[in-house]
């Protein structure tokens, strides 16, 4: 059973566009973390939201915890061809649970 | 630089055979796990470990088995592989459970044929 969805599977997009990634689950979680994996690499940390309706910024990007601690949301403003990779919301109860991942490709 | 790596990156091997995937990590952390990655899965957890000697069970542990005989160390072995444990094989650890920040190794990609 998946308890944590991201939509959309695949974005494809050209640079300067901006683009919203979608976490979501019928489960609270005790705090949310942002992953992104390059090809061929591990996934490294971006960010972790605790609170429930959190914001936090990482320079272009925008995280954002539920109210519920339900679901977040990555948002990036003005895509950049090095944005591109696979971007994974893990959830954190008993368990670190991840997403099906969201794979970003920015086109020059 | 303290770091986590695993070995081999690639490997191929046939099925019934049994394989060993090393892990290794020098940021001195109690905590290490071991994940499948999978398209339309995601990662999945197999096993973890909180410390020397303990090992624990995730979601998808059958048909392998961890053990923990010192702090840098967790190796994976499948016992009996399986054309169904063809797959990307994620080590990772930390120093303070489940909700913080997992450090990641690149992966063994493992084909079982």
Request: glycine share 10%; charged share 20%.
């Amino acid at each position: 059973t998946q308890l944590l969805e991201q939509s959309p599977q695949f974005l494809s997009i050209q640079e300067g566009e901006n683009l919203t990634v979608y976490c979501n689950s019928s489960s609270v979680f005790s705090s949310l973390q942002w992953y992104r994996q390059e090809p061929g690499e591990g996934p490294v940390l971006l960010v972790t939201v605790v609170t429930g309706g959190e914001v936090k910024k990482l320079k272009r990007l925008t995280f954002q915890f539920g109210d519920a601690r339900k679901d977040s949301s990555l948002h990036i403003t003005a895509a950049q061809p090095g944005d591109t990779g696979l971007y994974l919301c893990a959830g954190a109860r008993d368990k670190l649970i991840f997403g099906t991942g969201t794979r970003l490709q920015v086109f020059p | 630089d303290a770091e986590i790596t695993q070995s081999p990156r690639h490997k191929i091997t046939e099925t019934g055979r049994q394989v060993t995937l090393a892990c290794h990590q020098t940021w001195n952390h109690n905590n290490m796990f071991w994940y499948r990655q999978d398209l339309g899965h995601g990662l999945r957890l197999i096993h973890y470990s909180y410390g020397v000697h303990d090992t624990n069970k995730g979601e998808v542990s059958d048909g392998y088995s961890v053990s923990r005989s010192n702090t840098e160390d967790l190796p994976l072995t499948l016992e009996s592989a399986a054309s169904s444990q063809t797959s990307v094989y994620f080590c990772a650890s930390n120093d303070r459970g489940f909700s913080t920040e997992q450090f990641f190794g690149p992966g063994t990609r493992l084909t079982v044929l």
